[in-house]
């Protein structure tokens, strides 16, 4: 596999931190992406998310014991039309991906 000669990633992030209480904080996270492309192609570099949300509930139970529950939603991610050497993507790299979500 080979690198992408010339390629341009640029996005927005941002954070914002929310203590709930002295044990509990809730921390949230928003990435929007701009643009991300092969400069020879002008085409997608990879099948990247055009936004991303996390969202991070922390509680301090103890100095020793602290719980966490994340949650996270992927924007659609639009496939690239070809690949680092200009020729057209087959297969799976073709395919949309739909807003997802997971948590932990």
Same mark, same amino acid.
């Given at each position: 596999?080979?690198? +992408? ?55 301090? +139970? ?34 949309? +991906? ?7």
């Amino acid at each position: 596999m080979e690198n +992408v000669p010339k390629a341009v990633v640029e996005g927005l992030e941002g954070t914002l931190n929310v203590p709930v209480s002295e044990t509990v904080n809730w921390t949230n996270n928003i990435t929007y992406m701009l643009q991300s492309k092969n400069k020879e192609t002008g085409d997608r570099l990879s099948i990247i998310p055009e936004y991303t949300l996390n969202s991070t509930l922390s509680w301090q +139970v103890r100095d020793d014991v602290s719980l966490q529950s994340t949650f996270t939603w992927y924007g659609k991610q639009e496939p690239k039309k070809y690949n680092y050497k200009g020729q057209p993507v087959t297969g799976s790299e073709k395919n949309e +991906v739909s807003p997802t979500a997971s948590s932990a």
